[in-house]
C-alpha cells in the first residue's frame, strides 16, 4: 500500500570517496619508499650520517603512513554500501589522514631528539658515500611525488564529481561537490616530507664536507623536524573537525535560521547542522509554527541558502514540524 510513497522518500547515503588511481599510485610508492628505506638505514649507520639515517628513519614511517592509506582506500571501497555506517564510510579516508598525520608529528620527535644527540656528541662522517645515497633517494622522493601530485591536485582541487542526492524517481535534485580525498593528500604530504629530509641531507653533507661544518649536519635534522612538525599540524586540523563531526560556520546558521522564521511565524527550536563526510553535511530542524506546512515546503525555502552559498551542501535534510496552539511558542530560539 506504501510501496510508492516510500520508494520516493527513500536515498542514498553513500558519501564515499573512491579514488582508485590515488590507491594505486599509493601502492606504486610503497614499493618505492620501502626499498630506498631499506638502503638509507643501512647507508646512514655506516657512513655514519645523521641526515642520511633520518631521512631512512623518516621513509619507515612513511611505509607505515602508506599501509595506512592502502588499508583505508580498500577498506572505504568495500564498506562503501555498509549499512552499518549512519552515512556510509565516507570518513575513513579522513581517519587515515589523520592517522598519517600523527606519525608525521613521530616523526618529527624521533628527527629532532637523534639530531641533538649528534650536536652533543658529534660522529664521523664518510661524505662521499653519504652524499651518494642521499641523491638517490631523493631522486626516489621525485618520482613519488610526481605519481602522487598530478592525482592529488586534480582530485582535491579541480576534479569536480557529481553527486546525486535525491529521492527515488526524482531526477532534478543533483547536486556538484569538490571531493577532498584526505588520504591522498596524507600520503603527499609524506613524500614532501621525504624530499625535504633528502634535500637537508645533502646540503648539509656537501657544506660539510668542503667547508668542515660537520654540525650542520644535525642542524639540518632540526630544520627538517620543524618543517615537518608544521605539515603535521595543519593535516590534524583539517582532519579533525571532520571526525569531530565539527558544524557549520554559524553565518551560515544564522542564514538558515533567517530564511525559515521570516517565513509566516515559524520558529526553530533546534537546529543541528555537522559533517557527515568531508565534503557534505547533514541538517536537522525541528521548528513550531501557527501554519505548519508540509517538511517538504521547508525544505524548498532552503533553496535560497543554496543560491546565497553557490552550492548545496546538505546532503542529507530533515525537517520536524510542529503546530503551536501557545503565544509563547514566538520565543523559542536556536539550541
Known amino acids: 500500500m506504501h510501496t510508492d510513497t516510500l ?13 582508485r588511481k590515488g590507491e594505486r599510485r599509493t601502492k606504486q610508492v610503497l614499493v618505492l619508499t620501502f626499498l630506498t628505506m631499506l638502503l638509507e638505514i643501512v ?9 642520511l639515517l633520518a631521512d631512512g628513519w623518516h621513509m619507515g614511517t612513511h611505509v607505515a603512513a602508506f599501509m595506512i592509506a592502502i588499508y583505508a582506500y580498500r577498506y572505504s571501497r568495500i564498506h562503501a554500501n555498509d549499512h552499518t555506517f549512519a552515512f556510509s564510510s565516507g570518513k575513513v579516508g579522513v581517519l587515515g589522514g589523520f592517522a598519517s598525520s600523527v606519525a608525521l608529528g613521530v616523526v618529527a620527535l624521533m628527527m629532532s631528539a637523534e639530531s641533538i644527540e649528534r650536536l652533543v656528541k658529534p660522529h664521523s662522517i664518510q661524505f662521499d658515500d653519504a652524499i651518494a645515497v642521499a641523491g638517490f633517494g631523493l631522486a626516489i622522493n621525485l618520482i613519488s611525488a610526481l605519481l602522487l601530485k598530478d592525482d ?7 576534479h569536480e ?4 542526492h535525491k529521492h527515488k524517481g ?5 547536486h556538484t561537490h569538490h571531493h577532498h580525498d584526505h588520504n591522498l593528500k596524507a600520503a603527499y604530504f609524506h613524500v614532501l616530507a621525504d624530499a625535504l629530509t633528502s634535500v637537508l641531507a645533502i646540503i648539509a653533507l656537501v657544506l660539510g664536507k668542503y667547508y668542515g661544518w660537520n654540525w650542520l649536519d644535525p642542524v639540518m635534522g632540526i630544520v627538517g623536524a620543524l618543517v ?9 586540523k583539517e582532519t579533525s573537525p571532520v571526525l569531530l563531526d565539527e558544524s557549520i560556520e554559524l553565518k551560515y546558521k544564522l542564514a538558515v535560521r533567517e530564511i525559515i522564521e521570516r517565513d509566516a511565524d515559524n520558529r526553530i527550536s533546534d537546529l543541528h547542522i555537522w559533517r557527515i563526510a568531508p565534503d557534505h553535511f547533514a541538517i536537522i530542524i525541528s521548528l513550531v509554527s501557527h501554519t505548519p506546512q508540509t517538511p517538504e515546503y521547508y525544505k524548498g525555502l532552503l533553496k535560497e541558502f543554496y543560491s546565497r552559498s553557490g552550492v548545496n551542501v546538505f546532503s542529507h535534510v530533515t525537517i520536524e514540524v510542529n503546530q503551536c496552539h501557545e503565544m509563547d511558542c514566538m520565543t523559542t530560539t536556536i539550541k
Do not use: E, P
Request: no cysteine; glycine share 4%; proline share 0%.
Open 170 to 174: 526524482d531526477t532534478k535534485n543533483k
Open 7 to 19: 520508494n520516493l522518500l527513500q536515498h542514498d547515503h553513500d558519501y564515499t570517496v573512491i579514488n
Open 161 to 164: 564529481v557529481s553527486h546525486t
Open 228 to 236: 615537518i612538525t608544521r605539515w603535521s599540524y595543519l593535516l590534524l
Open 43 to 51: 647507508a646512514g649507520i655506516v657512513f655514519g650520517s645523521m641526515a
Open 152 to 158: 592529488h591536485h586534480h582530485h582535491d582541487h579541480s
